[in-house]
């Protein structure tokens, strides 16, 4: 069974993922495992460094008091996710909880390796301190280091409620890396009857400033062979959507990529962006991999990146 890893640090913050978690259990068809990762220095010095070596190095052996701190940390990190998955199996989801100890980039990453992991859904930050992380460099650190899709949403107090995803927006620069993005995009889609929007941004020349090209936005004979050179790239993905009624439009935008992906965001009001982490680059290609990381600090809707591979 496919399962959405949702790791959450104990903040107020870190839980506004769950009424997307909601939303997107049921179209994935995923349980749901609510993650807690308790870094070791929170234990204050319950490890002393010990001479028992083992064969992956230096073994650390808790005192007799130190293991009862630990338990009572576990215990409560236990108390705190099974809170958590109480509403969510109200709405009947299949809801397990898990607690590790470890830095939690590393212990998440880890724990999405399971192959039945498809998505890793976290907010991109939360509070610090004694019993919690920083999930903005933790969100970071997870995107650039696993190989499994990562859904992320910007944090925000006071919380702003999960809306519906009706309108799904998958950028595309002409690079076979950047279409790995689609199968996950169509399976939401038609899950969610979402409309599909398939964005290519024509970035300028280098040197050439972008109120230069201005006129081409509105050149339906330079824009209309762009249109269909990009429904043709959606290649079996468009004749998937058009089967089960899922509406797909296609978008030219003129621009810089990143900030041009984020006003076509804002104007079309998306629900979700989703995208591969990374493409190759040229003339008429943008590098995925820096847009990818604009995206994650500044998207103005919930992200999803997805890991492409070569070959």
């Known amino acids: 069974m496919k399962t959405i890893l949702v790791p959450l640090d104990g903040s107020a913050l870190a839980g506004q993922i769950l009424p997307y978690v909601r939303l997107m ?6 349980q749901v495992r609510l993650f807690h990762a308790i870094p070791e220095w929170t234990i204050g010095g319950a490890f002393e460094t010990a001479s028992l070596y083992g064969p992956g190095g230096l073994i650390l052996l808790p005192q007799e008091s130190d293991r009862r701190g630990v338990d009572l940390l576990r215990k409560q990190a236990e108390e705190y996710l099974t809170t958590q998955a109480a509403p969510l199996r109200e709405a009947g989801l299949d809801v397990v909880t898990e607690v590790r100890f470890g830095a939690p980039a590393e212990q998440i990453v880890e724990a999405a390796a399971d192959t039945s ?13 004694l019993k919690r992380w920083a999930l903005g460099s933790v969100a970071d650190k997870v995107a650039h280091a696993t190989n499994t ?15 519906a995803i009706k309108r799904i927006l998958v950028p595309l620069d002409g690079s076979d890396l950047a279409r790995q993005a689609l199968p996950l995009a169509a399976q939401l889609a038609v899950q969610m009857q979402a409309e599909l929007l398939a964005l290519t941004v024509v970035v300028p020349p280098i ?5 230069r090209i201005s006129p081409y936005k509105t050149d339906e004979a330079t824009v209309a062979p762009l249109r269909a050179q990009l429904i043709e790239e959606l290649g079996s993905v468009a004749d998937e959507l058009n089967q089960h009624n899922v509406p797909i439009t296609p978008i030219i935008a003129h621009g810089f990529a990143a900030e041009t992906i984020i006003e076509e965001a804002a104007r079309q009001q998306v629900d979700l962006l989703i995208m591969a982490t990374h493409g190759y680059s040229g003339l008429k290609r943008w590098a995925l991999g820096s847009v990818a990381d604009k995206l994650l600090h500044a998207a103005p809707v919930p992200l999803i990146l997805v890991r492409a591979h070569a070959g």
């Open 149 to 163: 899709p990562v859904f992320v949403v910007r944090a925000a107090e006071p919380a702003t409620a999960a809306r």
């Open 207 to 211: 040197g050439e400033a972008v109120e």
């Open 117 to 129: 992991v498809a998505l890793i859904a976290l907010a991109t930050h939360g509070y610090s301190g």
């Open 25 to 30: 259990a049921p179209s994935l068809g995923a």
